[in-house]
C-alpha cells in the first residue's frame, strides 16, 4: 500500500474530536475528552495501520480492533462511520435506548468482538483473538488500545504474560497516556520510561511515542509489525481533551459532556484545525481469501464408555469428552489455570497440543482470553476450580454482555471436596452464574451424564457453564440416555409419593439414599436429578410438586443463596408451591467429604428430616 | 539483637521439613513439597527476620507473617509450634473435621490474619496490613510469602502497585521460586533475572536469593529492612521438595502426601540432615508498648441533615456519612479504586485524607488490602461501583472465610443508571454477596436511610455490603428514622391489603407509583421496604403475606436470580407463601434509567400486572 498523507490523518484526526464531541453533547452524557486523547492514534490505525474491509466488519482476515478502554466508545463510533460503515449522522444518536451505538461498545454492533466498559478486559480478550489468528492460520493482526489507568488492572498484567508467552508478534496493544484518571492523575501520569520498563519486563517490545504525532505513530505501528517473536505495545504520550484549548490536560472534565454552548465553541475551534483540500484516506482492505464455514456433525461423538455401577468423578468425565470432542470439532479449543491434572483437561492437552492454551494461574486471562477465541469462531472451554472462576466473576458479567459462545468448566465444587478447606470449594459458583441471565448453567451426576452434557455445551450457541465435583460418585445412567439442556430425570416415583427431592451433582445420591431410607420406612418420595440448573425443567418440577401435595425439598452442595434452591422454587412459584431449601449455611471447615456433607445439612439424614417436617408444616398462607 | 546460630536455624528447617512430611502423610493429602522449598525462608523468618511474641500472636506491635501461599499451610503451622505456640504433636491433627489446622489456613488460627489458599490474595492483604502499621504508628514489619507460580495472577502486580506508592518499606515479600507449578514448570521457572526485572520495574527492592542459603536469607532480610521509600520482595531461588533426593525439584510431587513408607524414608533422610548439638533458636520478641483500646460512641453520629422530599442520591448520602463517621472513628478509613467522584467517598478523603487509600482502577488490591487492614483493626470501606466488586468476586468469597470486618460499598446499582449502559450496571452484585453467609446486605432507597446504614455497617463487627444507587431519589424517612440491621418499613398498609409488594432502593419508588395506582382503582396494598436484605426481616414478611392472602410480589433493579426475590422467597418458606418476582431477565442496553425500569419490567406499571396476575393465579398446590 502507499502510505497514507498525513494531511488527510490530520483532518480524520480533527473529525473523530469533533464528532465525539457532537455526539456527547447530542447524548448530554459520555466521556469526550477520553476520545479527544485517542484521536490520532485511531485515525492512524483506521486509516493506516490496519488491513481491514470496513464494509464487512466480521471477515474473518481482517484486522481486528478491541477497544479496551470502552469509555471511549464515541471515538470507535465515529472512526467506523468515517471508514464508511454506516452514515455519520447516525453518531448523533449516541445513548438512545433505540441505538446500537450504546454508553460502552457492545457486540450489538457488527465491529464488536466483545464489550468492554470494564477496564482491564478488552486486552485479555485482544490475547485471545490473536491466539485465533494461529488457530485459524490467518495472517490478521490484533490491535487494542487502552487507558493509561486501566494498566492498575492486574488483568492486564496476566495478559501480558500470556502474550508474551505465547510469542503473539501478530498483536499489538497501544496505551493512550493522557495521565488523567477518573478522579485524579494516574499513579504514574506522564513517567513513560516507569510504563516502559513494566511492559519490558513482562517481555513485549514497547515504543514510546508522541500519541498525537501522526508520522510517529505510523511508524511504530510498522515496527510492530517488524518485531517478531514477542507482542509490541506502543505507549502513546497524549492528552486528554486535545485540540481544544480549554480542555487539553485539564483535570475534573473525566465523563463529562460539554453543554451546547461549549461544543458549539470547541467544535468551531476544531474546525479551524482542518486543512484544506487534504486527500481523503484510503482504507486498504484485507487480502480476499473465501473461508468454508465448518460443518460438524456432534452425532459423531463416541458414546460414554461406562457401565452402571462404574465410579467416576464427573470432572474426569469431563476431561474424557472435552477430548473427545475435540477430536470432532476443530473449532473446540481448552484453556487451563494450571489445574489441568485436576480439572482432567490435560486430556484435551494430550489428544489436541495445538488448541491448549495454558496461561498459568492467571483466570481473568483465561476467560478473557476465551471471550476473545469465542467472538472468532473458536468454542473454548476455559476450566479451573469453580470457587476459582469467581476470580473471573466480573469477566463473566461481561461475557453475558458480550453473548459470547464461551464454555466455562468448574470443578470441585462445593463442601464435597473435603480436606483442602474452604478456600477451594465452590458454594457461590451457582449463584454468579445464574445471575447472568443468558448463561446456561450445568450440573451432572455421573460419568455419563457429564460426558453428555460436555457435547450439548458444545452446540449451544452461547455462555454456558458446567459444575462438576472431585469426589468418584457411581454411574447411574444407561450411556443411551440423553440430556437435553432444559430437562431434568425423575429418578425415583411412585403413585404414592408423599414429598419431591430435587438434587443435583452429589446431593443426588444422598436424595437416593434418603429415598430408600424412607421406603423402608414405607413412605415414597420423587427424586428428581435437575442436571440442566438453568434453564430449569420447569414442567416436570411443577408435575412432581402437584403429584406429591405440594411438598418440594431442594438439596445440594453450595450456599442456600442463588442456586438450586432458589432457581426450583422461582420455577415452582406460577404453581403456588414453596420449596424447602438444604444447603450449606455458614463457611465450612476442613474434613472428610461425607462427614462434611453431614455437618452442613446436605446429607440423607437431612433430606429425610426436612421431608419430614415439611409434611408436617402449614399449608399455604393462602389456603 | 545478637545474629541468630546458622546451625540452630539449619535444625529449624530441617525439623520443618520432617513436620510437613509427617502431618501430610498422616492426613493422606496436602502439599508436603511445596512446604520443603520454602523451610529455610520460614526458618530465617521465625527465629532471625522477625520480631514477634510467640505466646501472643495477636500482638498489636508484632510483625506480621501472610502466607499467600496458602498450599504450604503445614509448615506454618510447624513454624508456630517451633516457636512455641502450641505443641508439635498437635501437628499431626492436620486437615480433621475437629481441628483448626485446617488444609488452608484460615482466621480460625490466633496467628492467621486473613484465610489464604487463593493465590494472589495474601499479598493484597498484606499490603493493608503494612498501611495499618502507619494509621497506628507502629514500627511493626509486615513479611508475605509467595510461590513463584502465583505471580501469574493479576492481583500480585496490583498490590506491587499499591505498595510502591505508598513506599511501603515496612512490607517485604518473599517469592518461593522452586520453579514448579501444580501441572507443569512456572512460566519463568528460574530465570531470576526476569522475575527480578518485574518486580524492579513495579518499584520495589529485589534481592535475589539461594533460598536454602541461611546467611543469604538473614542478610537480604536485613537489606530489605534497611530499605526505606520502597517495599522489599526478596526472590528466593528453591528447589520443591529441598532435602529428599527423590523429590527435589521433580515435577509431578504438587499437592501429594507421601504414603507411610515413602514418608519414614524421607523422615530419615531428613534427621541425618540434623547438626548434633546446635544451640537452640531464640525468638526475639517485640518492643513492648501497651495499647489503649479504642472506644467509640456511635451515638455522636450526626443526624442526617435532610427533609423529606428532598432529592438525594444514596450514593452521595454514603459519602456524606462515611465523611462523618470517620470523625468519631479513628479506626474507620476508606479506599478507592479512582471513581471517589461518583461514590462521593471523596468527602471522606477530603475530611481524613491520612485514612484514605488510593489504590486506582485495581479492584482486587483494594478489597485485599481492606482485608488486612481489617484484621488489624481498622474499619475499612472500600467502595467502587458495585458491578466492579464483582471482580473482586473472588476476594469477597475470601472474606467471608476470613470472618473480616469490612464493609463494601457499591454505588450505581442497577439499570437504573440509565445511559452508560450494561458494563457499568450492577445486576449481579446482591448474588454475589448474599452467596456469602456471614455477609450482611444493605440496600437504602433514600438518604435518611443510606446515612444511618452507614453507621450501623460500622458498629457490626463483620463483613457487609451497602449497595446505593446513581439517581436522585426523594426522602421518604424522617431524620429520626431508625435501621436495624435485619429490620424493613412498612411504608403503606390497610386493614384492606389485597397483596404485599416487596421493595428495595429505587423499586421503592415504583411500588409506592403502583400502591397510588391501584388505590385509585380502589384496591389497597403493602408496601415493605426491604433495606435489609441480608437478614431480611422474615416476621414482618411473613405476617404482611399473611394478612395479604399470601400474594406476595417482589421487585428489584436486579437479575432475578440471587436478589431480593429469592431473599422474600426463602424467608417466606417456612409460611407456606409464594413470591412472583420483578426482576430484570435480560442483558439490558443503554437508555433514560424511567425507560430502562419500564422496559425491564421494574415499573410502577408492571408492578400494578403482577399484583393484578397473582391475585387471578391458582391457589397454593397444597391446597
Not at 41 to 46: G, N, R, T
Not at 400 to 421: Q, R, T, W, Y
Not at 463 to 480: F, W
Amino acid at each position: 500500500m502507499t502510505a497514507p498523507s498525513i494531511p488527510a490523518l490530520r483532518n480524520v484526526a480533527t473529525r473523530l474530536r469533533i464528532d465525539s464531541i457532537r455526539a456527547t453533547t447530542e447524548a448530554a452524557s459520555g466521556h469526550p475528552t477520553t476520545c479527544m486523547s485517542a484521536a490520532e492514534v485511531m485515525a492512524a490505525l483506521f486509516f493506516g495501520g490496519m488491513r481491514f474491509d470496513p464494509t464487512d466488519p466480521q471477515n474473518p482476515d481482517n484486522d481486528r480492533f478491541v477497544l479496551s478502554k470502552g469509555h471511549a466508545a464515541p471515538v470507535l463510533y465515529a472512526a467506523w462511520a468515517a471508514a464508511g460503515l454506516f452514515p455519520r449522522e447516525e453518531l448523533l444518536h449516541l445513548r438512545r435506548i433505540d441505538s446500537d451505538l450504546e454508553g460502552h461498545p457492545t457486540p450489538r454492533l457488527s465491529f464488536v468482538d466483545v464489550a468492554t466498559g470494564s477496564l482491564g478486559q478488552g486486552i485479555c480478550a485482544a490475547v485471545g483473538i490473536a491466539l485465533n489468528a494461529r488457530r485459524i492460520e490467518s495472517g490478521y493482526r490484533t490491535y487494542v488500545l487502552l487507558g493509561d489507568g486501566e494498566m492498575a488492572e492486574g488483568s492486564v498484567w496476566e495478559a501480558a504474560a500470556v502474550g508474551a508467552r505465547y510469542a503473539l508478534d501478530s498483536l499489538c496493544a497501544i496505551v493512550d497516556v493522557n495521565g488523567l484518571g477518573q478522579s485524579q492523575p494516574t499513579q504514574l501520569a506522564h513517567d513513560m520510561e516507569a510504563i516502559a520498563a513494566r511492559w519490558t519486563a513482562f517481555g513485549w517490545h514497547a515504543l514510546v511515542v508522541d500519541g498525537h504525532d501522526l508520522p510517529a505513530l505510523l511508524e511504530a505501528f510498522e515496527s510492530a509489525r517488524a518485531t517478531k517473536g514477542r507482542p509490541s505495545v506502543v505507549l502513546a504520550k497524549t492528552l486528554k481533551g486535545k485540540g481544544v484549548a480549554s480542555l487539553e490536560g485539564k483535570d475534573g472534565w473525566h465523563g463529562k459532556a460539554l453543554k451546547k454552548e461549549e461544543a458549539d465553541k470547541a467544535v468551531a475551534e476544531l474546525e479551524r484545525q482542518l486543512v484544506a483540500d487534504a486527500p481523503a484516506p484510503p482504507i486498504p482492505g484485507p487480502p480476499a481469501k473465501t473461508r468454508a464455514p465448518v460443518h460438524v456433525d456432534l452425532a459423531t461423538m463416541p458414546a460414554p464408555a461406562y457401565k452402571k455401577g462404574d465410579m467416576v468423578a464427573t470432572r474426569e468425565a469431563y476431561g474424557t469428552a472435552l477430548a473427545a470432542l475435540g477430536g470432532i470439532d476443530p473449532r473446540v479449543v481448552a484453556l487451563d489455570a494450571d489445574v489441568k491434572n485436576s480439572t482432567f483437561s490435560e486430556r484435551f492437552e494430550k489428544a489436541h497440543p495445538e488448541r491448549f492454551y495454558q496461561v498459568f494461574i492467571a483466570e481473568q486471562a483465561m476467560v478473557g482470553a476465551a471471550m476473545g477465541l469465542a467472538a472468532r469462531g473458536a468454542i473454548p472451554f476455559p476450566s479451573t476450580f469453580a470457587c476459582f472462576l469467581t476470580r473471573a466473576g466480573d469477566f463473566i458479567r461481561m461475557a453475558g454482555i458480550s453473548f459470547v459462545n464461551v464454555k466455562l468448566a468448574g470443578s470441585h465444587a462445593g463442601v464435597s471436596i473435603g480436606e483442602d478447606g474452604p478456600s477451594q470449594m465452590a458454594l457461590e459458583d451457582l449463584a454468579l452464574m445464574r445471575a447472568v441471565p443468558n448463561c446456561t448453567v450445568l450440573y451432572p451426576c455421573d460419568g455419563v451424564s457429564a460426558e453428555r452434557l460436555v457435547a450439548e455445551m458444545a452446540a449451544l450457541d452461547g455462555l454456558a457453564y458446567m459444575r462438576t465435583s472431585r469426589p468418584k460418585t457411581p454411574v447411574i445412567y444407561g450411556t443411551d440416555e440423553r440430556f437435553p439442556i432444559g430437562g431434568s430425570k425423575v429418578l425415583r416415583q411412585s403413585s404414592s409419593d408423599v414429598a419431591t427431592v430435587v438434587a443435583a451433582g452429589v446431593t443426588v445420591y444422598q436424595a437416593l439414599a434418603a429415598c430408600e431410607d424412607l421406603r423402608q420406612q414405607g413412605v415414597n418420595i420423587r427424586v428428581i436429578d435437575a442436571y440442566s440448573v438453568q434453564p430449569i425443567d420447569a414442567a416436570t418440577l411443577a408435575a412432581a410438586a402437584k403429584a406429591t401435595g405440594g411438598v418440594v425439598v431442594s438439596v445440594e452442595d453450595h450456599y442456600a443463596a442463588g442456586g438450586l434452591g432458589d432457581a426450583v422454587s422461582e420455577a415452582l412459584a406460577p404453581a403456588g408451591a414453596v420449596v424447602r431449601r438444604l444447603a450449606v449455611r455458614e463457611i465450612p471447615r476442613s474434613g472428610p467429604p461425607d462427614d462434611l456433607m453431614d455437618r452442613y445439612g446436605i446429607s440423607a439424614r437431612h433430606i429425610v428430616a426436612a421431608v419430614e417436617a415439611a409434611r408436617r408444616a402449614p399449608t399455604s398462607a393462602r389456603s
